[in-house]
């Protein structure tokens, strides 16, 4: 019988991106190996790198890649070259906001878990950290980053923070389907008592709420969501939110994680899929086969679940746990005897073909 083959469309970008992308890679060729499952790779341009072969953050190419693909997996973009260069024309995270409105990836689902082997290094104590594991839904093609943006003058800027009620409907009724499927709590979080675009939610979120009756629905201002998150993130189930406060608060959140290091995405919308980490490109590790690959690794995990592997998908997660537990990490998580990036990378690979499938 010939192999199901998928697809994966593989933007490694910039920075880390490849050297993380490369072990996500090796674990895909691991599931490959052992559930007789073959994946084909197209390798595409995105960010800095595509600026500096094509000058342009996202080549048309590199678009129908992700549109043909099964799905589409994605290390980071960056470059401190642009970061540092306000005047800048092209930047490499246009190429990021533009595959995501090209594909139509309105919602950006970010799970948060503990992992038991890093409760003890976390800077906030374990007990208040033990259990916390929520979800969540970020906004992503729309709100302030992609709203009209300029200069007027030298001294004058703007970006225009606009959300339209049907772009709220369709992530959250994904966010309250989550929530039935977990603890049924939702939290929406905003900014009501000060932006208009924040009350458009909160009416669309409340009025939505009576078609999911299972579902308790609480609302918290960014501000105090930002303090409870690490002061009490057992509290949260679904955490629903628009674009730039879905950015800020899982950069925090992982914290209870252990690392940034630690937090993949699955990006979902209209079309192909896009898995990626919630890092950027950390360019001050870039060639130094430091930076963790688990969250690459993880994203790579619910690539698998989204692909019907399940099982598949649930070897990578006990892999990595596994690692974690053995202290095969990366710096960021174990201080004392690190390993590198592409050790990590080999020890999941070769644990996920040893073990026995469940
Ligand atoms: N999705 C994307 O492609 C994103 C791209 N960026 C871009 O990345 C560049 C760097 O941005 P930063 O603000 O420094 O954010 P960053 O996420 O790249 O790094 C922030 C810090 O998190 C830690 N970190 C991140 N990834 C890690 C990993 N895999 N292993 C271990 N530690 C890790 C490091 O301590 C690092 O200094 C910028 O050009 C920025 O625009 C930033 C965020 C997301
Ligand atoms: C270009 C940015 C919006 C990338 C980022 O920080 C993210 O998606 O988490
Ligand atoms: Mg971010």
């Known amino acids: 019988m010939s192999k199901v083959t998928k697809n994966i469309t593989v933007l490694p970008g910039d920075g880390i991106g490849p050297e993380i992308v490369?072990?996500?890679?090796?674990?895909?060729?691991?599931?490959?190996?052992?559930?007789?499952?073959?994946?084909?790779?197209?390798?595409?341009?995105?960010?800095?790198?595509?600026?500096?072969?094509?000058?342009?953050?996202?080549?048309?190419?590199?678009?129908?890649?992700?549109?043909q693909a099964d799905a589409v997996l994605l290390g980071a973009v960056g470059d401190p070259k642009f970061d540092n260069d306000p005047n800048a024309k092209v930047r490499p995270e246009q190429g990021l906001l533009a595959i995501r409105k090209a594909l139509g990836l309105f919602t950006n689902i970010r799970p948060i878990r503990t992992f038991n082997a890093l409760l003890?290094?976390?800077?906030?104590?374990?007990?208040?950290?033990?259990?916390?594991?929520?979800?969540?839904?970020?906004?992503?093609?729309?709100?302030?980053?992609?709203?009209?943006?300029?200069?007027?003058?030298?001294?004058?800027?703007?970006?225009?923070?606009?959300?339209?009620?049907s772009e709220i409907e369709r992530i959250a009724h994904l966010a309250f389907k989550a929530a039935t499927q977990r603890r049924n709590k939702l939290t929406l979080v905003d900014k009501a008592n000060?932006?208009?675009?924040?009350?458009?939610?909160?009416?669309?979120?409340?009025?939505?709420?009576?078609?999911?009756?299972?579902?308790?629905?609480?609302?918290?201002?960014?501000?105090?969501?930002?303090?409870?998150?690490?002061?009490?993130?057992?509290?949260?189930?679904?955490?629903?939110?628009?674009?730039?406060?879905g950015d800020i608060i899982s950069d925090e959140a992982s914290i209870i994680s252990g690392s940034l290091g630690m937090l993949p995405s699955a990006s979902v919308g209209t079309g192909s899929s896009?898995?990626?980490?919630?890092?950027?490109?950390?360019?001050q590790a870039a060639g130094k086969n430091i930076a963790n690959p688990m969250a690459t690794i993880l994203s790579v995990a619910m690539m698998l679940d989204h692909l019907e592997l399940f099982d598949a998908a649930e070897d990578v997660r006990k892999a990595v746990d596994f690692a974690l537990d053995e202290g095969f990490?990366?710096?960021?998580?174990?201080?004392?005897?690190?390993?590198?990036?592409?050790?990590?990378?080999?020890?999941?690979?070769?644990?996920?073909?040893?073990t026995v499938s469940a």
């Open 329 to 354: 990490a990366t710096e960021d998580v174990n201080k004392a005897a690190p390993q590198s990036t592409t050790a990590v990378g080999d020890f999941i690979a070769a644990q996920i073909k040893d």
């Open 274 to 283: 896009l898995f990626e980490p919630i890092h950027g490109s950390y360019p």
């Open 120 to 165: 003890d290094q976390a800077p906030i104590k374990p007990e208040r950290l033990e259990g916390a594991d929520f979800v969540i839904y970020r906004e992503l093609t729309g709100g302030i980053y992609f709203g009209a943006k300029g200069k007027e003058g030298e001294d004058k800027a703007y970006d225009h923070c606009v959300y339209e009620r």
């Open 194 to 245: 000060v932006l208009e675009t924040s009350r458009l939610w909160r009416k669309v979120v409340q009025e939505m709420s009576a078609d999911y009756p299972s579902v308790e629905v609480d609302y918290l201002f960014v501000d105090n969501a930002a303090m409870q998150v690490i002061l009490n993130p057992k509290q949260f189930d679904v955490v629903l939110t628009e674009n730039m406060f």
């Open 22 to 67: 490369a072990q996500a890679q090796k674990v895909l060729q691991a599931v490959s190996e052992k559930y007789g499952v073959n994946f084909e790779f197209t390798e595409g341009l995105i960010g800095a790198a595509a600026i500096d072969a094509t000058g342009d953050a996202l080549p048309a190419d590199t678009v129908t890649a992700c549109q």
